[in-house]
């Protein structure tokens, strides 16, 4: 598994990310991305490739979402998470073994179901192998 990650907000690194990753080529292989913004936790998303699936959660209280977009052979869509604080959202992708997921998680407001303009979000590009 590759694992590549970045974080900007309108071209301007402000928000941290932390990555743990399991070893590498097993079916077991998954990651964690943090999204922080104004030197607190908003965001955490964890993709586990056993399964495919992807897991959200939301870590601040602010009235804010947050989402996770993500884009593999398959398919591309979005995962959103408005229940708050300490809640979590997950979604089983049922992809074919080996598929490419790349995907961000993001941070704002809440839109018809999205957030079109987020205040912060990262880059995280999962290459199963």
Same mark, same amino acid.
């Given at each position: 598994?590759? @694992?590549?990650?970045?974080?900007?907000?309108? =071209?301007?690194?402000?928000?941290?990310?932390?990555?743990?990753? /399991?070893? +590498?080529?097993?079916?077991?292989?998954?990651?964690?991305?943090?999204?922080?913004?104004?030197?607190?936790?908003?965001?955490?998303?964890?993709?586990?490739?056993? =399964?495919?699936?992807?897991?959200?959660?939301?870590?601040?209280?602010?009235?804010?979402?947050?989402?996770?977009?993500? /884009?593999?052979?398959?398919?591309?869509?979005?995962? @959103?998470?408005?229940?708050?604080?300490?809640?979590?959202?997950?979604?089983?992708?049922?992809?074919?073994?080996?598929?490419?997921? /790349?995907?961000?998680?993001?941070? =704002?407001?809440?839109?018809?179901?999205? @957030? +079109?303009?987020? @205040?912060?979000? /990262?880059?995280?590009?999962?290459?199963?192998?």
């Amino acid at each position: 598994m590759k @694992i590549l990650h970045g974080v900007r907000s309108g =071209g301007v690194v402000l928000a941290s990310v932390a990555l743990v990753v /399991t070893l +590498p080529g097993t079916a077991n292989a998954s990651s964690t991305v943090k999204l922080s913004h104004s030197g607190s936790t908003r965001a955490e998303a964890s993709f586990a490739a056993a =399964g495919e699936v992807f897991t959200l959660w939301d870590r601040a209280a602010d009235g804010k979402s947050v989402q996770v977009t993500y /884009t593999s052979v398959v398919k591309s869509s979005w995962l @959103i998470n408005s229940k708050g604080k300490g809640e979590k959202t997950t979604r089983n992708l049922e992809l074919p073994e080996g598929s490419r997921v /790349t995907y961000s998680v993001s941070y =704002g407001n809440a839109s018809n179901g999205s @957030i +079109p303009n987020p @205040i912060a979000w /990262t880059q995280t590009k999962v290459d199963e192998a």
